[in-house]
């Protein structure tokens, strides 16, 4: 990238950070960000740039474009829906070549009481959608399983996990079939005027797959501050990873950039 571009787009990132809402509001909003079953309408873009991938060491990327929407189930429930659209860039793994596209979408609906407290739980399906615009960016196969989420909220400190586990059909074309495992533990510490450090890092697990190439484990984290855009409230992040157990063809470190846009009732 031209030096001129990154000198740019840090000069922009940081009269975006000098703003701020008032400290009731930063604080409030801060804490539904970070809750994945708030009761708030959002729309995050997260990208994450994974290093040293495939056999010639290029970098991944991806992209998932997450909405989150809310519908009130009478005064005690809510449904919380996200849906996770991927935009994948694919280097090269064999002589196919790279590719670039959509990958296959997720859908998660968590059923939770509308007013947990401090303590806050969803619990309910997730669905995986096929939408892979190339065979190489998705399993070609149907699935679905069950997710559940929970957290404390106490002072500054926000901290649960979300764990999910989706089993497929399997694909048309003798495809393996999907049986993946996802854990993401995460914990926020909220500091003065919107900012916050963050610790995010998804852990998966392909159960199909050979026992030194199942698991992925990330450690890391970063920092984020919540602001407005004019008289739009958004939430920015920036989280690095590094990867204590991986598959052979996945890099050691990834960075994540998040820009999620906040739609308060």
């Given at each position: 990238m031209n030096i001129r571009w990154i000198v740019g787009l840090g000069l922009i990132l940081g009269t975006l950070l000098t703003m701020s809402v008032n400290a009731e509001e930063t604080g409030d909003l801060a804490a539904a960000a970070q809750n994945p079953i708030a009761d708030l309408i959002s729309l995050p873009f997260q990208n994450n740039m994974n290093f040293d991938y495939g056999p010639d060491g290029d970098v991944q990327n991806v992209l998932n474009v997450q909405p989150v929407w809310p519908f009130d189930l009478g005064d005690n429930w809510n449904l919380i829906t996200r849906t996770i659209l991927p935009v994948v860039s694919q280097p090269h793994l064999d002589e196919s070549g790279s590719t670039f596209g959509l990958g296959d979408t997720t859908m998660t609906a968590w059923l939770s009481p509308a007013d947990g407290g401090r303590f806050v739980w969803g619990v309910g399906p997730v669905l995986l959608i096929p939408t892979a615009t190339d065979d190489r960016?998705?399993?070609?196969?149907?699935?679905?399983?069950?997710?559940?989420?929970?957290?404390?909220?106490?002072?500054?400190?926000?901290?649960?996990?979300?764990?999910?586990?989706?089993?497929?059909?399997?694909?048309?074309?003798?495809?393996?079939?999907?049986?993946?495992?996802?854990?993401?533990p995460f914990v926020n510490y909220n500091l003065k005027d919107g900012w916050y450090i963050v610790s995010g890092p998804v852990i998966t697990a392909n159960w199909e797959a050979e026992s030194a190439d199942r698991w992925t484990v990330p450690v890391g984290g970063g920092v984020g501050k919540v602001f407005r855009i004019g008289k739009q409230p958004v939430n920015l992040n920036t989280q690095v990873f590094y990867n204590l157990e991986k598959p052979e063809w996945v890099g050691d470190w990834t960075w994540r950039l998040q820009f999620q846009l906040l739609f308060p009732k």
């Open positions: 960016l998705g399993a070609d196969q149907w699935g679905g399983g069950a997710s559940i989420v929970a957290l404390v909220m106490s002072g500054p400190w926000v901290a649960g996990g979300l764990a999910n586990n989706i089993w497929g059909e399997g694909g048309s074309d003798g495809e393996p079939v999907v049986n993946q495992f996802l854990l993401q």
